[in-house]
């Protein structure tokens, strides 16, 4: 029929608010009450912000209240909770804007942690690859330029070793 069982919905709404003790189950259960009793009855069904604070930033029960205010005819006590709704929307969109832009800027952060350690594990490898390419290269070099080659390459290696314990640190 397109038409709920608004009496049976608040039943239920009333089973489910003996087992959890939810506002957002009160809030519904008032709203399924004024859809079964009118506005009025919902107005009287709805919890109290001053009672449970937590609905005092919950912006759905202020845009649930403004509602049930406007059916029944209260508009500027409708505006007044419209106003606040919209006021919890608009500050949860821009607490919502700020994680995001920090979300962004710790993003670029991270990309030039990564960049800086890139270029920084780069160095002793480019040293090490050059001495062991002369090293392979040339076999006939004097002992003094293979040994100094050798030790180029271990202290790079040494280093590089230093910052990758330095990067699993962080």
């Avoid at 508009?75 to 608009?90: P, Q, S, V």
């Avoid at 594990?121 to 290269?137: C, Y």
């Amino acid at each position: 029929s397109g038409h709920g069982d608004w009496i049976a919905i608040v039943r239920l709404y009333d089973a489910l608010a003996a087992i959890t003790h939810s506002p957002v189950v009160a809030i519904n259960r008032a709203l399924a009450i004024a859809q079964a009793q009118g506005a009025a009855a919902g107005l009287a069904a709805m919890p109290d912000a001053d009672i449970d604070t937590r609905l005092g930033e919950y912006q759905p029960y202020w845009a649930a209240r403004a509602e049930l205010l406007a059916n029944a005819g209260a508009a500027d006590a409708a505006c007044n909770a419209y106003e606040i709704a919209i006021g919890l929307e608009r500050a949860r969109a821009q607490d919502l804007a700020h994680q995001v832009e920090a979300a962004r800027q710790s993003e670029q952060l991270r990309t030039t942690l990564i960049d800086a350690m890139a270029h920084e594990f780069k160095t002793p490898l480019t040293s090490i690859r050059a001495a062991t390419t002369s090293l392979l290269a040339l076999p006939e070099q004097p002992v003094e330029t293979r040994s100094e080659l050798v030790r180029i390459a271990d202290e790079e290696a040494e280093h590089l070793r230093h910052l990758i314990d330095d990067a699993v640190e962080m």
